[in-house]
């Protein structure tokens, strides 16, 4: 029993949003109080402008808003940072990413901050940490990025606060679903059939039995106006 209850244990601490649990209980978990955690507007300015894949993930990630912080936890009933995201784009995008911050940050290509754009991931670092990856939050466009809070649950907080500018680590870009989201549609070429093209005004059909007195006419024609 007790060998049963320490494998447990040590399946928690791989699968959270660190890799160990004391960073839960850094301040960076806790920034960001001064938004309170509270769901933000509708719709942001660059909504309008999104590709349908990128809408998806930002409408599902606002999905998770007020979920509560339960450390190792990855559904709508508690999550931790690293859990929330894994899901987010496992239900948005059909997209697995690892479990931990550190795999995501190894998952990702590495982007410059001023380059962000929504769906990339923002990765942080803690005081105890060491410069080590331990929390992850999903960019979501104006300067902001959605995570989980231990304090607040899932909430949205500006990159610029002074916390996160401080321990900021490094962004980083999944590569599969920003190719599949920047795919364009292009109208399919569509194939002319020989019934589909116009037939000029100037060109009539006639059947085989009417030729002869057709071509009579026109040459009559032909004369006629030759001897006017």
């Known amino acids: ?30 920034a960001g109080k001064s938004h309170g955690g509270h769901r933000p507007e509708p719709s942001y300015k660059n909504d309008r402008n999104l590709d349908p894949k990128s809408r998806k993930l930002l409408d599902e990630a606002r999905k998770w808003l007020g979920t509560r912080y339960v450390y190792g936890g990855h559904s709508r009933s508690g999550t931790d940072c690293s859990g929330f995201v894994m899901e987010v784009y496992d239900r948005a995008a059909s997209i697995k990413l690892p479990r931990s911050t550190t795999k995501q940050r190894d998952f990702c290509k590495s982007i410059k901050r001023s380059d962000l ?42 990159l610029d606060e002074k916390y996160y500018v401080t321990n900021y680590h490094s962004s980083g870009r999944v590569t599969k679903f920003r190719k599949e ?6 109208p399919e070429k569509k194939q002319t059939t020989p019934t589909d093209r116009k037939t000029p005004d100037r060109i009539k059909e006639v059947k085989l039995e009417d030729l002869d007195d057709v071509l009579n006419q026109k040459i009559d024609s032909i004369y006629s106006n030759m001897l006017d």
Do not use: E, Q, W
């Open 1 to 30: 029993m007790n060998i049963a209850v320490a494998l447990l244990f040590s399946a928690a601490m791989l699968s959270s949003c660190s890799s160990s649990k004391k960073f839960a209980r850094d301040p960076i978990y806790d």
């Open 117 to 158: 754009d929504v769906g990339d991931l923002v990765f942080f670092t803690s005081r105890k940490g060491r410069g080590k990856v331990s929390h992850v939050g999903m960019y979501i466009g104006d300067g902001k990025m959605i995570h989980a809070s231990s304090s607040k649950g899932v909430i949205v907080s500006d």
């Open 181 to 186: 989201s920047s795919k364009k549609m292009t």
